[in-house]
């Protein structure tokens, strides 16, 4: 049998515990027989405090046990457990002195589903989006296809960043590339995405690429952040989406205009290969080429045969005016008075042209002239 039981040892002076030496020799002794262990439970009559402490109930179907999650610790979740999840914790038992409650502090907490709280925090904040219309494939815009300055959200001292530049200097050297410089994980990501993806729209930019290189789940949970997916959704302007590796999938993903596996495919996306450009030019000016060959032979072939209907018109007109002028001569002639003259009569006027009918207009020895058929003749009255 072990050592007996002192029951006076470390009493007070009058020979009994006092209510505080018995809870804080409860909690010595029960967090040296008690290391940190993993507890499977259910999560019940769930309270999170202004101080940002969680406080809730580890049950099965015949024990429950008192927890506290401080908020150092809870801060890292995506969500808060709801009642009736069940979750995997990671605790210290001990006591709390102060009302004499056993009670495990949880340091890590998991769903037993697949994916964990990590899962169900994702799904929660897409129906929202759902709800919003924000996943909506119509509100998808086109992406620019000459952008002339593109922005991108992102670490300045990730990968992602590096991948982007060597990508566009070779594709599309004549864009300008706008940093947007922002925190991709950790403590104040969020906030920091959400600043800088403000900033976007103040900025004259075509399209933006928001993204960083691959990481664990945890270091890409920013961007499954609600907060974050709303942001990145009011972006004026186009928006490619490159988070981690191929297989990861984000909210941000599914908010953007296009998701892109890797930055660098983002990169691809947002600008044209000049290469391609130069041939497509080529091509281009080549149809341009016979395109108004064509259509300068069928111009001149229109004027030509617009041209021989004019002269064709004109010698019409012409052999018109020309009848038209000799039927007009023929009156003319006729009614001149030569023709007259020419049938054996004579006219007399004076020295002022004017004509001269009358007897009395023609006293002795006045001059006049007298037009005959082929001239004038002086003349003077006897």
């Known amino acids: 049998m072990g050592a007996p039981l002192d029951l006076f040892g470390a009493a007070s002076a009058e020979g009994a515990w006092t209510v505080s030496e018995v809870t804080r020799r409860a909690r010595s002794v029960i967090e040296a027989g008690l290391l940190p262990l993993w507890v499977r439970g259910e999560v019940s009559d769930f309270k999170a405090w202004r101080s940002g402490h969680w406080y809730f109930a580890l049950r ?101 960043l590096h991948d982007i530049e060597v990508v566009m200097a070779r594709r599309w050297p004549v864009a300008e590339l706008v ?104 091509h281009l000016a080549e149809r341009l080429a016979r395109g108004l060959s064509q259509r300068a032979q069928r111009t001149v072939d229109r004027l030509d045969r617009s041209g021989d209907r004019l002269i064709g018109a004109i010698q019409v007109r012409l052999e018109q005016s020309r009848a038209l002028l000799t039927a007009h001569s023929a009156q003319l002639d006729a009614l001149s008075p030569l023709k007259i003259l020419a049938r054996g009569y004579a006219v007399a006027r004076d020295a002022k042209g004017r004509v001269l009918k009358q007897v009395k207009q023609l006293p002795a020895g006045r001059e006049f002239k007298l037009r005959v058929t082929d001239g004038e003749v002086d003349a003077r009255v006897r």
């Open 60 to 160: 099965d179907k015949t024990a429950q046990i008192r927890c506290v999650m401080f908020h150092t610790d809870n801060r890292r979740l995506p969500a808060a457990p709801v009642d009736g999840t069940q979750v995997f914790a990671f605790v210290r038992p001990t006591v709390y002195d102060a009302k004499g409650d056993f009670q495990l502090v949880v340091q890590e907490l998991l769903s037993t589903e697949q994916g964990g709280l990590w899962k169900l925090a994702f799904e929660k904040a897409k129906a929202a989006l759902l709800k919003d219309g924000l996943l909506d494939p119509a509100r998808k815009r086109r992406l620019p296809r000459f952008p002339r300055r593109v922005g991108v959200v992102t670490s300045p001292d990730g990968a992602a």
């Open 179 to 282: 940093l947007v410089a922002a925190k991709v994980q950790g403590e104040g990501a969020e906030a920091s995405l959400c600043a800088a993806l403000a900033r976007l729209g103040h900025l004259d930019i075509d399209v933006a690429i928001v993204g960083r290189g691959g990481g664990a789940a945890e270091d890409l949970w920013t961007f499954n952040s609600e907060r974050v997916a709303r942001a990145l959704a009011a972006v004026p302007m186009p928006v490619i989406c490159a988070v981690g590796h191929e297989t990861d999938v984000t909210l941000c993903d599914l908010v953007a205009d296009l998701r892109a596996p890797t930055p660098s495919a983002a990169a691809e996306a947002a600008t044209p290969d000049q290469a391609d450009v130069v041939v497509h030019i080529g």
